[in-house]
């Protein structure tokens, strides 16, 4: 029995779980109402909110999980990148229970176990598992990333965004349409019902494969404030306030679809992932899986996988830990850099 525990701060939400192997015990997510009033998350509240839930949070991971602490195996924690305030509380978490219990402590990186929740498995469930090398479009609130992945740990970045990440562009649009934080979901179900062709927005034009959502967004927002300047009351309207969020998330996706199948076409690798918190969107998941008709194999996440947790965090710690690469109880967390 490997039973190894993960514990994810990184942003707004504290999650503790715990993996036998690669095989799912428990993970529990404690997410943060405190920010939704603010229309983004307030770093400070952030803090103090991981403070307070970082321990009830890991003792129901340890004990839907069914053990005890002394089972485990080793501690697997996000070192970066992310709010450094959020980190450093479950940085100092990890380091004070693995000293306590006397086992080795195992640094993460957000980015890569984004990628790496592809390998959780949970039981009773059939698991598509990617075959190296595979592309992963990994799209979140900080991040937007084409990565090509030759084994577990050799990830490279041939995309990214050069201004906003994706899911920024969902949680800006989604303000500029008054709903509050964070949008993404919420422009989702709108978007369920609305017409994704009633409004245009200019589209970046940005050489290679990276990406830019910048204009998108000044686009978004020029469109609605003229809207509203000839109908203060535009906004009101139902069917209007879901055309505009079924238009931006389109205008998004198919920005998000141009550059990965440019990806497949440039590297002839055909087993295509998405991770991060935006590959919980309906409309990217359905424009996905419409590539297995162009011979994609195609793999998507369970929606508890995609946005921040630790069952990620601790399945990219297994993989570590089958390779003896353990950290140091001086690591101190890094808030930038992928
Ligand atoms: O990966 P994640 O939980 O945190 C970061 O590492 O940033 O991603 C959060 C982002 C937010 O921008 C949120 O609005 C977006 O993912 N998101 C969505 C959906 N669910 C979450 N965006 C679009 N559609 C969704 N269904
Ligand atoms: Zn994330």
């Excluded at 003229?226 to 998004?252: G, R, T, Y």
Aim: hydrophobic letters at 40%.
């Amino acid at each position: 029995m490997e039973y190894i525990l993960g514990i994810e701060s990184s942003c707004d939400d504290t999650s503790a779980a715990v993996l036998n192997g690669t095989l799912i015990m428990s993970n529990v997510i404690a997410n943060q109402s405190v920010h939704n009033s603010f229309g983004g998350v307030v770093p400070e509240l952030a803090s103090r909110a991981h403070q307070q839930n970082i321990i009830p949070v890991v003792e129901t991971a340890i004990k839907r999980a069914g053990i005890s602490k002394e089972q485990l195996k080793a501690i697997a924690f996000t070192r970066g990148p992310g709010l450094l305030g959020s980190l450093l509380v479950g940085t100092s978490f990890a380091k004070s229970f693995a000293y306590s219990l006397n086992i080795p402590l195992i640094e993460v990186n957000h980015m890569e176990a984004h990628v790496l929740a592809h390998f959780i498995t949970e039981e009773n469930k059939p698991a598509n598992i990617p075959e190296f090398p595979f592309l992963c479009l990994t799209v979140s609130g900080g991040h937007t990333q084409i990565v090509r992945i030759d084994s577990h740990f050799n990830m490279t970045i041939i995309g990214r965004t050069i201004d906003d990440a994706s899911g920024e562009a969902f949680d800006k649009a989604a303000k500029i349409l008054g709903l509050p934080y964070p949008g993404g979901p919420l422009v989702d179900k709108n978007a369920k019902l609305g017409n994704p062709n009633r409004f245009t927005f200019s589209k970046p034009n940005i050489p290679g494969l990276d990406y830019s959502f910048s204009g998108l967004k000044t686009s978004f927002l020029y469109t609605v404030r003229d809207l509203l300047k000839n109908d203060p009351h535009f906004l009101e309207n139902e069917e209007n306030m879901v055309d505009l969020c079924a238009s931006i998330q389109h205008a998004i996706i198919d920005t998000l679809m141009k550059k990965l199948i440019m990806a497949v076409k440039e590297t002839g690798i055909r087993n295509v992932a998405i991770a991060g918190g935006v590959s919980a969107n309906s409309g990217l998941r359905n424009a996905m899986l419409e590539q297995k008709n162009n011979g994609w194999n195609v793999f998507i996440p369970e929606f508890q996988f995609t946005t921040d947790n630790a069952a990620m965090i601790a399945v990219a710690g297994y993989f570590k830990y089958l390779k003896s690469d353990f950290a140091g109880l001086t690591v101190a967390p890094f808030s930038r850099g992928a």
